[in-house]
């Protein structure tokens, strides 16, 4: 196997996921035979070197790891640039022979497709060899990286250096400083003509504020580059968190389906009070308990978890339907003081509910220790909720698990909500299966996510999946919502419901997009954005 990782568990992860399926077919670039795809990968081999283009059975570490569909979105090679030099190389190549590139790096997008591209004979552009950690500021907090610096990479050079920060999370962050978007300090670009961009005050050469501020003189355009649309990211500073010198971990346990409709608004009014720090967690009972045993071990009956079953659920495990993760950061007098806060707007507004707690304080004025904590809102990194994907594989050892997930941007009102979760509960059930939810609560919305989980190798388990997708699309339109990032194969029905006045929002990014990348080659149809000038018989047809 290819490596990708220095760390041998996350390689495993990483093999245990792309080996457990068909190795598919090598899909060749859109409007090219097999002699000039041929040329163009003699030319990117004298770039990166032979081993770093891979063309042959390697191709499986570019595929979609938790596939619907067994075949479609297959890569004609996979390109894995060390440097920003290769990277202007490599494009100067592509747009010569107008080869589409779809870009990734270090992260595994597990549920939204994965490496896959959305043009089938794509070249899967890999920036995990650009794995340097550039700086660390420890006063200022923030850390610059290249795309391959993992989570890990960030925790484990925190700690060999003793310094008084924390890492950031995985995903889309549980810490204060994880709506990581909202804590960019600034981005470095490689355009699609070869050109260096930098954002914010890294613009001014040689500013100490380089990526402290991320203000522009003008307007602010770190966004545009975000899902590598209109250039390539191969530098990016990002806040940090101050270690602070008390933690407290905190569950509120909710016992019944209709106790989220308070819990969120009691959630929201903390937020407003500004006693929260950062985004909270919910998850049902479902999500919470597939990361402790598979289904079988907890129900032999087919079909969704009986009312039976969840009670035996809530009964061994002390939590309610649902239960809510949140952190409090600070000194000792602080931390104390929202907790005490906490306790009276949660016993007072969810009457259900009931909270547990655990304080952690550093030892001799020093900052907590946050191995001693060992979760992901104390920025410790972890691969444990991989174990999801596990959950509905067969009793006797066989099948490979996967999820696909589909993620609605909901407001911040407890009664929307769950009206919502009722509407997603029946689609999911109806086609036998439990609702995995987890709700990411911010003070004006809640990233709303939908987990089908199942079994790659079950063609039936795969249909089911796609009539799931199909069916909360189609209800999220009925109501408003849409989602904030999809799989690929969803990309452009995702991309159809930003359709105020005839779609001008997908028009003026497609737009940007023909002046920044007039040959289209930079991840052509991501988040349902295309090309103004198609590549060589592109099928730029939206599905």
Not at 59 to 72: A, H, S
Not at 381 to 403: C, F, I, Q, R, W
Not at 461 to 479: C, I
């Amino acid at each position: 196997m290819f490596k990708w990782y220095n760390s041998s568990d996350l390689q495993s992860h990483h093999d245990n996921a792309f080996t457990s399926r068909n190795p598919g077919t090598r899909a060749l670039p859109p409007g090219h035979d097999e002699a000039s795809f041929q040329r163009a990968v003699n030319e990117l081999r004298a770039i990166v070197g032979d081993e770093n283009v891979i063309t042959d059975e390697g191709l499986v570490n570019f595929r979609d790891p938790y596939p619907l569909f067994e075949e479609g979105f297959e890569a004609s090679a996979g390109l894995c640039p060390a440097s920003v030099q290769e990277v202007q190389a490599i494009l100067k190549v592509a747009n010569q022979y107008q080869i589409p590139l779809w870009t990734c790096s270090q992260g595994k997008n597990f549920g939204y497709g994965g490496p896959a591209p959305r043009v089938s004979g794509s070249m899967v552009l890999s920036l995990h060899r650009m794995n340097r950690i550039l700086e660390v500021n420890e006063k200022l907090a923030y850390i610059v990286v290249e795309p391959g610096v993992t989570f890990f990479d960030v925790f484990n050079h925190i700690a060999e250096n003793k310094l008084d920060l924390w890492t950031l999370d995985r995903g889309h962050g549980y810490t204060i400083s994880g709506d990581r978007q909202h804590f960019i300090g600034s981005m470095e670009i490689v355009l699609a003509s070869g050109e260096i961009l930098r954002t914010g005050q890294w613009a001014v050469p040689n500013s100490p504020s380089a990526h402290a501020c991320p203000n522009s003189f003008g307007p602010q355009i770190d966004g545009l580059f975000l899902q590598s649309n209109l250039g390539v990211v191969t530098k990016i500073a990002v806040g940090l968190d101050v270690a602070p010198p008390a933690f407290m971990d905190v569950k509120i346990h909710c016992p019944e389906v209709e106790d989220l409709a308070p819990l969120i608004d009691t959630l929201q009014q903390l937020d407003r009070e500004g006693i929260t720090q950062s985004h909270l967690m919910i998850t049902n009972i479902n999500h919470f308990a597939s990361h402790d045993a598979p289904k079988y071990q907890q129900q032999s009956e087919p079909g969704p978890l009986t009312p039976e079953t969840i009670a035996a659920l809530k009964k061994k495990y002390n939590t309610g339907y649902w239960r809510c993760s949140l952190s409090l950061y600070g000194p000792k007098q602080m931390v104390l003081a929202r907790w005490s806060r906490v306790e009276e707007v949660v016993t007072q507004r969810v009457t259900n509910a009931w909270l547990e707690h655990t304080f952690f304080e550093g030892k001799d004025g020093k900052p907590v220790d946050n191995t001693e904590i060992g979760t992901l809102a104390a920025g410790v990194p972890s691969m444990g909720a991989v174990k999801l994907a596990e959950y509905n594989l067969p009793a006797d050892g066989t099948g490979a698990g996967a999820h696909i997930d589909t993620t609605l941007i909901l407001p911040c009102d407890g009664e929307t909500v769950v009206t919502w979760f009722r509407k997603a509960r029946a689609i999911m059930e109806e086609q036998g299966v439990d609702p995995f939810i987890g709700c990411h609560v911010f003070s004006k919305y809640i990233l709303f996510v939908q987990e089908y989980v199942f079994d790659k190798s079950n063609k039936k388990a795969r249909e089911g999946g796609r009539k799931v997708v199909k069916a909360l699309l189609s209800e999220a339109e009925k109501n408003g919502f849409a989602n904030y990032r999809a799989h690929v194969q969803h990309m452009d029905a995702v991309q159809n419901l930003y359709g105020f006045n005839g779609h001008i929002y997908r028009r003026f990014v497609e737009t940007l997009k023909g002046a920044l990348d007039p040959n289209g080659i930079l991840s052509p149809g991501k988040q349902g954005i295309w090309p103004t000038k198609s590549l060589v018989h592109l099928p730029a047809q939206r599905t």
